[in-house]
Nanobody, 115 residues
Framework: QVHLVESGGDLVRTGGSLRLSCVAS????????MGWYRQAPGKERELVAT???????NYGESVKGRFTASRDRKKTSIYLQMNGLKPEDTAVYFC?????????WGQGTQVTVSS
């Protein structure tokens, strides 16, 4: 069984910064891909960022230049540094891992940006 535990979500003002963390445990192997997705109320889940085992990143258009995703040396944790936060970044942020046994999702962490 795989466990992905996110942390770091908070209430922050426009222009502020947050750093999200996601730690994987259990039968995780070395995920080829880990990433962050987010879902705002009434909207579909959307890509925020993904990182491969070799550090190749991919970002959603709305966060390019403001967010930075990275993985740890063991490749079983992923982080998301969020700068220049905007009210439209308000959402539940979910951690994702493409494990050798299939996809895994965390429970999510709430990020709220006040105007």
């Amino acid at each position: 069984q795989v466990h992905l535990v996110e942390s770091g979500g908070d209430l922050v003002r426009t222009g502020g910064s947050l750093r999200l963390s996601c730690v994987a445990s259990g039968r995780i192997g070395i995920p080829d891909l880990m990433g962050w997705y987010r879902q705002a109320p009434g909207k579909e889940r959307e890509l925020v960022a993904t990182v491969t085992t070799v550090g190749r990143t991919n970002y959603g258009e709305s966060v390019k230049g403001r967010f930075t995703a990275s993985r740890d040396r063991k490749k079983t944790s992923i982080y998301l540094q969020m700068n220049g936060l905007k009210p439209e970044d308000t959402a539940v942020y979910f951690c994702y891992a493409a494990t050798p046994w299939g996809p895994a999702w965390g429970q999510g962490t709430q990020v709220t940006v006040s105007s």
